[in-house]
């Protein structure tokens, strides 16, 4: 699995489980929908959206923070093979949320943006405290900045070919830069207050300013500069992948219609990328998320969530569970065959199994200590430390500090109404966040983590839904012993699934920078139950 830096220079009301989907296509699906009064000056929802389509996958991504979801068709888009045009996953998006001092919720998160619900748009905040943007830098930005590993490889062949006096040999054809290298956001505008680094460049001749044609390019480390075991939260973070998406994005844009949240002055320094391979990856994307927090409050009790619309192919016959020890969230088929439907076409035989895995994720708070990776459940929860290596990177390597959360809560929801339903307020997306349901009540081992009836032992806490066997040191039960817990198992029926994977809790001051990297993972056995898939898709994981 992906440890530490992200090493990915590879090679280098009594709820029930609907058994019917209540997904339904939005009345202005295909057309632009009425947007809601917006305050004088306020942002336009963003518009721009592209395939990142670079190896066996195409994903649609866009600049408001929806992934994998096209709106205007209300249908799923991260394909699997890019080929066949079904998509493995329905939508996702980051969710955020913490706690100002006054001991108010300050929240921001995406879903489908259905109807137009908006949480984030497009650009960076201005870093004097206030934490503003105006429509001019919205527009400006509602675009992605695309690069490409090769070409910031070629860039810096040939400067070091100019500094090294074999132009004429190195390069006999000549050499011309990429014309995106000049459009590339290295800055900001100081003028208007925002940061002046915006994107990470490697800056060539050591001037502190980004000029391609003096040698600096969009950051890839393919040099291998970076020192992993000792990096920090406030370090740069590099441009990954073979192929590369950058784009700002921010809360602050106009009011919270999706969460009804209250904005926290959060800007988001995004990346999806995807890497061209041989093996496992060549079926994965992955997505960076550098946040930072450019208002004046600090943030207690904050979490940073990857949440997943888990459509796999025919939305009504999914289940989905985790791996605890590998910080793995999935969705597999209720059965061998999976059907088409009116919002998406199916799998057929021998179904994949899709899953986000928590690569890296947030900082932990500091405490001057080296927080262990022990499989002694006392000490992992007296000494702020982990017992799974797949759920954490920096604990017990003898580094103060580095620590970083993987997955703390893997959550269910569904379509419908209840307490397990889709979150309307910036409460219930804050309880989910948390493992807790819309009701306030708490997750539950067994049955659906909810009622009683189903299984579910309300005596018995659950941060992670549908553990399987993977949680031995009963981690996610508070020590409490249990035994296996899935869907299969618990008799639920297949249906119309969405999770949620969770890091947390943390603090970010004002002008705090930390920073997650999610990846997207699949897998298709050839025969078998459908959880055979799943099995490989555990393979496939540990390859990243």
């Not at 699906?29 to 066996?56: I, M, S």
């Not at 800056?203 to 291998?224: C, K």
């Not at 929801?413 to 804050?430: I, M, V």
């Amino acid at each position: 699995m992906i440890g530490a830096c992200f090493a990915l220079w590879i090679m280098s009301s009594s709820a029930t489980w609907a058994q019917t989907t209540y997904k339904q296509m939005p009345d202005d699906a295909g057309v632009v929908a009425p947007q809601p009064p917006t305050r004088a000056g306020a942002c336009a929802p963003a518009t721009a959206l592209r395939d990142l389509e670079w190896n066996n996958v195409r994903a649609l991504i866009e600049t408001g923070g929806t992934l994998w979801h096209e709106r205007a068709n209300w249908r799923g888009s991260y394909i699997v093979p890019k080929e066949d045009n079904v998509s493995t996953v329905f939508a996702g998006g980051l969710w955020l949320g913490g706690i100002s001092p006054d001991q108010q919720l300050k929240l921001a998160s995406v879903m489908h943006r259905r109807n137009g619900k908006n949480d984030f748009w497009p650009g960076p905040l201005t870093n004097d405290g206030s934490a503003e943007v105006d429509v001019t830098v919205c527009d400006q930005y509602d675009r992605f900045f695309i690069s490409m590993r090769a070409d910031a490889q070629r860039h810096r062949q040939y400067y070091d070919a100019v500094a090294g006096g074999t132009v004429e040999e190195d390069f006999p054809d000549g050499y011309a830069m990429p014309a995106y290298f000049r459009e590339y956001p290295a800055h900001g505008n100081t003028a208007i207050n925002q940061d002046y680094y915006l994107a990470p460049f490697k800056d060539y001749d050591g001037d502190g300013n980004y000029i391609p044609e003096n040698g600096d390019y969009p950051w890839f480390d393919f040099l291998q500069e970076i020192d992993c075991s000792n990096r920090k939260r406030e370090d740069i973070v590099p441009l990954y992948g073979d192929r590369n998406f950058y784009w700002i994005f921010n809360d602050k844009g106009n009011i919270h219609t999706e969460s009804q949240g209250e904005p926290i002055g959060m800007e988001i320094r995004a990346q999806a990328f995807a890497f061209s391979t041989n093996d496992e990856i060549n079926n994965m994307t992955f997505n960076n998320y550098v946040l930072i927090n450019q208002g004046t409050q600090t943030l207690t009790n904050t979490y940073m969530c990857q949440w997943v619309d888990s459509d796999l192919g025919g939305i009504n016959d999914d289940y989905v569970g985790c791996d605890v020890q590998r910080g793995l969230g999935y969705t597999y088929n209720g059965d061998a065959f999976d059907e088409s439907d009116s919002f998406s076409i199916g799998y057929g035989e021998n179904p994949p199994a899709f899953g986000v895995d928590f690569f890296e994720g947030p900082y932990q708070d500091a405490d001057s200590i080296d927080n262990p990776l022990t499989d002694n459940f006392s000490n992992a929860v007296d000494s702020l430390g982990i017992p799974y290596e797949g759920i954490g990177i920096g604990y017990g390597d003898g580094v103060v500090d580095n620590e970083r959360f993987g997955m703390r809560r893997f959550i269910y929801f569904n379509w419908g109404s209840g307490p397990n339903s889709l979150p309307t307020q910036a409460g219930h997306f804050y309880n989910y966040m948390r493992g807790y349901w819309k009701n306030g009540q708490r997750m539950a081992f067994g049955g659906d983590g909810l009622n009683p009836g189903t299984g579910a032992d309300l005596e018995i806490p659950a941060d992670y839904m549908f553990p399987g066997d993977t949680d031995p040191a009963q981690w996610g039960t508070e020590g409490v012993p249990v035994g296996p817990w899935s869907e299969v198992g618990t008799g639920n029926p297949p249906g119309d699934r969405l999770f949620l994977q969770s890091a947390g809790p943390f603090t970010l001051e004002p002008g705090d920078y930390n920073n997650i990297t999610v990846g997207m993972v699949y897998a298709r056995a050839e025969g078998g139950e459908p959880f055979e898939s799943v099995k490989l898709l555990r393979i496939a994981d540990d390859k990243a």
